[in-house]
């Protein structure tokens, strides 16, 4: 039997009866009344939800049964909901029609709207963006024609004088007369612009001596831009940063990046390439401590020692506000390196921009700048809008949200050891950068926050400790900007000549805290088959030592104290007891440190004097030291499951081969001697067999001598 709807809503009212006795398995269904109807609507208004005994009174009141009445009420309630849902929706409807008709009228009149200012079409984001480049190009051009204007002003002043020297001798009259006679009398060195007259100087001047108030308001809108850009950068994954299905890291989309900003490429050649990556991590230092260390250039390196080599301020152009470094913006010099003298480094002109989004959270944005466009080779490397987030955490840790681009431009080819790290973009990108923030941040740490942990019981005092660690430091960075020989005499023809691929460079050396004199540097690099764990663990282990030490002479050694810095094992300092019966008076300082991206294990033969006055906390900044080394990374090379051997596992059980650098530094020359040219290729001859009989035996000892 199918219900039938009434026309007053009385259809509530067909409730379920008693069952017929004889017709079993039958419902027999009753039709309220109009009265009995009317009356339960009434109540229904007052109390939808009566409970039993209001059900009980109404059954007795209209003559029916307690269950009827419960039906009555649940499907009367059924029904007002589907009646205020039908409504709601019918509104919803008509809501919905008036925007979309809005919407429409909106876009029609978008498309007549006319520019206030010129009365012409508005911009949008990205024609504004395009507008700003086309600017900025020809901005550029203008500079460029102001420059060559200024030296064909230069070499017409040139023509002028010679000539006005040879009418004085043909005529006999003095040459300030001629030239009063010329028209004008334009030829006088007044008369020029003032960068013509650093140029007859030979002291070019910059665009920023020239006009330094334009070149300031470039500079802002430079960083600022690069800000807005990296602070999208850092904020987003994707559809702009894409992770690597073979290493994980996060790659971006120059697609989708080109199209949010469109910019032209700063390189035109062929070998042109663009390194782009992104990392983040939780370090044990405060925000604010990282933004001061961050803007000071001598802290700077102190935090990279194994990527920057150099850096400095050429230009304070805002200060920003005292105590939360907002605004601060200055110009500044880095030249970094990958610790092989196979390697050319990367050197930068940059803009750095500081600014607090909110307490507690910095970016920090780097840009490359035209510096100094008249003096010097044009750089290899233009970093893009680049820098990192920090984010104030509790107790005293932050996060580091890291993203690098680099525009670069290969114009000698890459080292084949090197190339595919280098080329991977895993040499400079932004997980080493995240490695070693992350190490010296534990570093320090671990000598201020956590005690030390020291064997021997020689350090005991939390003054001689730091003394140690400082001189440790500086040891590792002198050992790295050693690396790069750049600036010195480089004798390529004896690693051509028996292609042992030995890099040997002399210096006179006059930096305190080293000896003075000249001193002899060899380093070379070559590849093992083995995991970057496995060759690190085979330097570390002192009973190994006398296998490639030739200063131990094949004898074991003692370490006499070692100082940890750090979670892992391998980050320690220490101080070792060679066996060398003529160098009774000598000890070895030591420092290995390990992160996701390389190993070092450092050292350098200081006298026991010093070290005593290191150990008793009096100041280790005048001691000199000359140290020696080695640099373990991976190759950057796929292994057979796809996987990058560019970083170390920190179970060692990446199957990729390692890179391994070694460097040696020998003092030959007192401050006082003028070594001949004959001394010092005697002095190199005897460096280049040191280090490569150093290499035959670290092969032999690794059973890798089959090796080329």
């Avoid at 909106?106 to 600017?135: S, T, Y």
Wanted: glycine letters at 8%; proline letters at 5%.
């Amino acid at each position: 039997m199918e219900l039938q709807m009434g026309n007053n809503g009385g259809d509530s009212g067909d409730e379920h009866g008693a069952f017929n006795s004889g017709n079993k398995g039958k419902k027999a269904f009753h039709r309220h009344s109009c009265q009995q109807i009317q009356q339960l609507e009434n109540f229904f208004k007052e109390c939808p939800h009566p409970d039993e005994k209001q059900r009980r009174q109404l059954s007795k009141e209209l003559g029916l049964e307690a269950r009827q009445i419960k039906f009555w009420f649940q499907n009367r309630r059924t029904q007002a909901k589907a009646q205020s849902e039908r409504s709601g929706n019918s509104i919803l409807r008509a809501e919905n029609e008036r925007i979309h008709c809005e919407n429409l009228a909106i876009r029609e009149a978008m498309k007549n709207v006319i520019c206030p200012a010129c009365g012409g079409p508005p911009f949008g984001e990205e024609e504004r963006q395009l507008h700003l480049q086309k600017l900025r190009q020809e901005n550029a051009r203008l500079r460029e024609e102001a420059i060559l204007e200024d030296d064909c002003i230069y070499m017409i002043v040139v023509q002028h004088e010679k000539v006005s020297s040879l009418l004085a001798r043909c005529i006999g009259k003095p040459k300030s007369h001629i030239a009063l006679l010329s028209s004008g009398a334009g030829s006088s060195q007044s008369a020029l612009p003032t960068f013509v007259q650093n140029q007859r100087m030979g002291n070019p001047r910059s665009d920023l001596e020239r006009n330094p108030d334009v070149e300031k308001v470039l500079m802002a809108e430079t960083a600022a831009g690069a800000m807005d850009e990296l602070i999208r950068l850092l904020g987003v994954n994707e559809p702009l940063w894409i992770k690597s299905p073979s290493d994980g890291r996060f790659i971006l989309d120059q697609t989708t990046y080109e199209k949010f900003y469109p910019r032209a490429a700063h390189f035109t050649s062929c070998n042109a390439r663009v390194e782009s990556s992104k990392d983040s991590a939780t370090v044990t230092m405060p925000g604010m401590d990282l933004v001061d260390m961050f803007l000071d250039p001598n802290k700077w390196v102190d935090l990279f020692p194994t990527i920057v080599t150099e850096a400095r301020t050429i230009q304070v152009l805002q200060a920003g506000t005292e105590g939360n470094r907002h605004g601060s913006l200055q110009m500044m010099y880095e030249q970094m390196h990958i610790l092989s003298p196979l390697v050319p480094t990367r050197e930068f002109y940059f803009l750095r921009l500081c600014q607090q989004l909110k307490p507690g959270q910095w970016v920090i944005a780097d840009v490359s700048y035209d510096y100094l466009k008249e003096s010097g080779s044009p750089s290899c490397a233009w970093r893009l809008p680049s820098g990192c987030m920090i984010q104030d955490m509790a107790d005293g840790f932050s996060k580091v949200i890291w993203v690098e681009q680099v525009e670069v431009d290969d114009r000698i080819q890459t080292h084949r050891l090197y190339r595919d790290l280098i080329c991977g973009g895993s040499a400079y990108g932004a997980e080493r950068w995240i490695a070693s923030l992350h190490r010296i941040c534990e570093r320090l740490a671990f000598s201020t926050i956590v005690p030390p942990r020291e064997l021997g019981g020689v350090v005991t005092s939390p003054e001689g400790r730091k003394s140690i660690a400082n001189l440790a430091h500086r040891m590792v960075k002198i050992f790295c900007e050693s690396l790069a020989m750049s600036g010195k005499l480089d004798f390529r023809q004896l690693s051509e000549g028996n292609n042992s691929g030995v890099r040997v460079a002399i210096r006179k050396n006059e930096e305190q805290g080293q000896p003075i004199g000249t001193v002899v540097s060899a380093a070379t690099s070559f590849w093992l088959p083995l995991s970057p764990q496995n060759v690190f663990e085979f330097f570390k282990a002192e009973k190994s030592r006398n296998q490639w030490d030739i200063l131990s002479n094949g004898n074991p050694v003692h370490e006499v104290s070692r100082i940890s810095n750090g979670a892992d094992p391998g980050n320690c300092i220490s101080i070792i007891r060679p066996f060398i019966p003529s160098e009774n008076n000598m000890l070895i300082l030591q420092e290995s440190c390990t992160d996701s991206s390389v190993s070092m294990m450092v050292y350098a033969p200081v006298g026991i004097p010093a070290m005593n006055v290191a150990i008793s906390g009096e100041g280790s900044s005048i001691i000199p030291i000359l140290p020696s080394g080695f640099v373990i990374s991976g190759d950057g090379r796929m292994d057979i499951r796809g996987n990058s051997s560019s970083s170390i596992s920190s179970t060692g059980s990446n199957s990729g081969g390692s890179l391994l650098t070694i460097s040696f530094q020998i003092l030959v020359s007192g401050p006082n001697s003028s070594p001949s040219t004959e001394f010092n290729m005697k002095s190199v001859a005897a460096v280049n067999t040191l280090i490569s009989t150093t290499v035959m035996k670290i092969k032999s000892a690794l059973n890798c001598s089959n090796l080329d």
